[in-house]
T-cell receptor, first 115, second 116 residues
Framework: AQSVAQPEDQVNVAEGNPLTVKCTYS??????LFWYVQYPNRGLQFLLK????DNLVKGSYGFEAEFNKSQTSFHLKKPSALVSDSALYFC?????????????WGAGTKLIIKP | DTEVTQTPKHLVMGMTNKKSLKCEQH?????MYWYKQKAKKPPELMFV???????INESVPSRFSPECPNSSLLNLHLHALQPEDSALYLC???????????????FGPGTRLTVT
């Protein structure tokens, strides 16, 4: 069965330190991978995606993610965390064979950046 | 314009009421989605419209009735809801991707629905 795992419910990072939010997936073939962020009482905002090509993808707000096919991972990273990065982060995967654009979502990781 | 708008922001309704949620986008996207999201959980897909035609109905109860009047508008009609239907309802839109591509979804801010 296709699935996405975000193994950490919560990640705590000090402001200015690098951050990593983990995502692993189980999808047949070469998946399409996405990261979204949700601020309190808001809708989801797209951060970045991997479709094909360079394994390192750069996105909004200084975030980047690295696609690792052998480890079936797509971890989200940022070199220097800001307090304003505190939010709920979702990893999502789409099976390229699915013509209905359905996303398989991870459970979400709450990121807390402490001043 | 990369905005998806949703109205109302908040809605409180009784179990016998009929109400509608509205969603609008002007990005020329031809795929539109309704999601239900419970607190601190990922969104659950309810419906997908592609070129104004319903392409996915994720076994959603008939008390939820979607409508796509044109390529910019998406409605969700609500009737005889249950308290467990209380949630954040999110609308999203995207381009329709040809094989080999995938486009991100743009989400609205949501309607916070409380069923009493």
């Amino acid at each position: 069965a296709q699935s996405v795992a975000q193994p950490e419910d919560q990640v705590n990072v000090a402001e200015g330190n690098p951050l990593t939010v983990k995502c692993t997936y189980s999808v047949s073939g070469n998946p399409y991978l996405f990261w979204y962020v949700q601020y309190p009482n808001r809708g989801l905002q797209f951060l970045l995606k991997y479709i094909t090509g360079d394994n390192l993808v750069k996105g909004s707000y200084g975030f980047e993610a690295e696609f690792n096919k052998s480890q079936t991972s797509f971890h989200l990273k940022k070199p220097s965390a800001l307090v304003s990065d505190s939010a709920l982060y979702f990893c999502a995967v789409r099976d390229p064979l699915d013509s209905n654009y359905q996303l398989i979502w991870g459970a979400g990781t709450k990121l807390i950046i402490k001043p | 314009d990369t905005e998806v708008t949703q109205t109302p922001k908040h809605l409180v309704m009784g179990m016998t009421n009929k109400k509608s949620l509205k969603c609008e986008q002007h990005m020329g996207h031809r795929a539109m989605y309704w999601y239900k999201q419970k607190a601190k959980k990922p969104p659950e897909l309810m419906f997908v419209y592609s070129y104004e035609k319903l392409s996915i109905n994720e076994s959603v109860p008939s008390r939820f009735s979607p409508e796509c009047p044109n390529s910019s508008l998406l409605n969700l009609h609500l009737h005889a809801l249950q308290p467990e239907d209380s949630a954040l309802y999110l609308c999203a839109s995207s381009q329709v991707a040809p094989p080999g591509l995938a486009y991100e979804q743009y989400f609205g801010p949501g309607t916070r629905l409380t069923v009493t």
